[in-house]
């Protein structure tokens, strides 16, 4: 037996033995940073301190909390809980640990302390670090310990390239989550030498198999340039907030790359990457307005008057209206029972398609809804990209909804009815789109035909900057083609839309001419949604007079050079009552960033000739005096 032992089993047995007196602990590797379009830091790493106590060297537990809890904050009988509930856990001499992410004074408190209380450590750790704070946090995410749930399904997901184990920070959201695999690095470990029961021995020289073991050092993650651009990343958010508004704002660019994203109110993702206290949490999650959900593609809300862009196309490319067409278009509309209103009183009196969409008529829609019906509706608009998911590399995207009677039957069971036509042609009803969504829509209108896949990781980059892959711009569909609907538009009827999308920005009479920005070419639509029914009589009462959520959700959408885009921008204000004062402003100041940063020549440009207008203007009146 002893023979056998030693020569048939003796090699297995050595190595189980060598494994058995081997300790190993995890070092976190740092994650890799996320980087702007020009290389500026958006999201990196800040070293930190973390105190563990070792179950081995204590010999009165009670006693040690009672001296540590003062200093870092923690009650004695929550410090000896977390000490039991490890033991059960992770083994009796497991090391077990008290507190991350001290501050100096904490950490040099504990360090005095050390010599009164056998087994306390204080460690060197890496933190994560968010720079830009609440800005743009739902965009970037947070990251935080595995939960026990997490780790069959991650184990599982990453089979063969990672092993999680309980203690390892993860993602939980954003691109945090989603590059997960790519920016996690690989964890180093440190080998310690214990006895038969798990304990530290003190023996200085780990040898395995006839080789001194040494420190594994961990491996950085790669890094993520992104399609963000800081600068605007910060103005958008500044105004936003400086605004006091609820909703989200995302800019994008033509090709899809997307600049700014901002989801308001939002949180301070540092709290998390420190362990988030049960007070900040609890006040997370009970904020009426969601602040850990992303709006840019989670939220979903009828896009109100933002939609008659759509409405415009379909009903000149179905020859219903052509752009010499005069429709007159009252204060309202009676269909059926009911009485349809417009947002104007008085109503718009004889119009043509340009000034519908400069002065936002809801009974020139009406009639449009009424002509064209809601099969063809969809059929156009949601090549658009309305009803759909976009594609984004981003986790619980929402697909908003562009209904159609089959629809209707399969959801609710029930026949599309002829009124609904109405309510959908002016963006109500059942009608329903996140701000990325329109986004896509109206850069595809502005572009005339093109459907981009929106994407915001521009990049992954190892450690010596070199590409390992990279995303690249995608047309997912062409309008001026026949679509799986049977459809196409022709350029010639985008020209016409976006006329008209210019008129409401520079037009007289247009409902965002105060968007206006000389020499930046903007076209745009605003967009009012109610966010429940009023009595007639109550209709045009003032917005701001009541509660804060019976108030109408404002949305502004435009894209600009008008005749050939290189940015779009859509912007949802919760409960501000209005598109052009709502989420109107927050717009115009992007642009003008925009324009001064990539165009300033424009700028200029237009500066100069509004100078050199106005000079002649008051030579002309001074003579005629």
Known sequence: RLWYLQIIEGTELREFSEINRIKQIKNQAPRGLMLDREGRVLVENRPGFEVVLNPQYVEDLSEIAQMI??????????????????????????????KDNLTRDEVFRLKRLRLEAPGLEVRETVLRSYPL?????????????????????????????????????????????????????????????????GRETFSQTLDLYGEQIREIESTPGYSAVLTIDKALQEIAYHHFSQQQRIGGVVAMKANGEILA????????????????????????????????????IQDYFAPGSTFK?????????????????????????????????????????????????????????????????????????????????????????????????????????????PGENLSSAIGQGFVLATPLQLAVAYNAIGTEGQVVKPFVVKKVVDHEGKTVRESNPLVVRDLTQVQKTGIKVDSSTFKI???????????????????????????????????????????????????????????????????????????????????????????????????????????????????????QEQTTNSEGE
Not at 69 to 97: H, T, W
Not at 261 to 274: H, K, L, M, Q, T
Request: aromatic residues 8%; proline residues 5%; positive net charge.
């Open 133 to 197: 704070k609440e800005n743009g946090s739902q965009l970037f995410g947070y990251v935080g310990e595995i939960s026990k749930k997490q780790i069959p399904s991650y184990n599982q997901l990453y089979k063969g390239k990672i092993v999680f184990e309980q203690g390892d920070i993860v993602g939980k959201s954003g691109l945090e989550e989603v590059l997960e695999k790519e920016i996690r690095g690989t964890d180093g470990m440190q080998l310690l030498q214990v006895d038969a029961h």
């Open 309 to 417: 862009a759509f409405m415009a196309m379909t009903s000149l490319q179905e020859k219903v209206i052509t752009p010499q067409t005069i429709i007159n278009c009252p204060g309202s509309l009676r269909f059926g029972r009911r009485e349809y209103h417009d947002h104007l009183k008085g109503g718009h009196g004889n119009i043509t398609v340009y000034e519908a969409l400069e002065r936002s008529s809801n009974v020139f829609f009406y009639k449009m809804g009424i002509a064209l019906g809601i099969e063809k509706m969809y059929n156009y608009i949601s090549t658009l990209g309305i009803g759909q998911r976009t594609g984004i590399e981003l986790p619980n995207e929402n697909s908003g909804l562009m209904p159609s009677a089959a629809w209707k039957k399969q959801a609710i069971g029930e026949e599309w009815q």
């Open 69 to 98: 809890a003062p200093i870092i904050g923690i009650e004695k009988d929550k410090l000896i809980q977390k000490f039991e509930r490890s033991k059960k856990q992770n083994g009796p001499y497991a090391q077990v640990k008290l």
């Open 497 to 615: 839309v976006k006329d008209g999308l210019r008129r409401v920005v520079q037009g007289s009479r247009g409902t965002a001419r105060f968007v206006n920005i000389p020499g930046a070419d903007i076209a745009g639509k605003t967009g009012t949604t109610q966010v429940m029914g009023f009595a007639a009589n109550d209709i045009y009462s003032k917005c701001e007079n009541r509660p804060i959520l019976q108030r109408h959700h404002g949305w502004f959408v435009a894209f600009a050079p008008a005749n050939n885009p290189e940015i779009t921008i859509a912007a949802l204000a919760e409960h501000s009552c209005h598109g052009s004062s709502g989420a109107g402003p927050v717009v115009k100041e992007l642009m003008k960033a925009y324009f001064e940063k990539y165009h300033p020549e424009l700028i200029a440009d237009a500066l100069k000739k509004g100078k050199a207008s106005a000079t």
């Open 261 to 296: 994203w901002v989801s308001s109110p939002s949180f301070d993702p540092n709290e998390f990457a420190s362990g988030i206290s049960p007070q900040i949490w609890g006040k997370l999650i009970n904020d009426q307005f969601k602040p850990l959900r992303n709006k840019v």
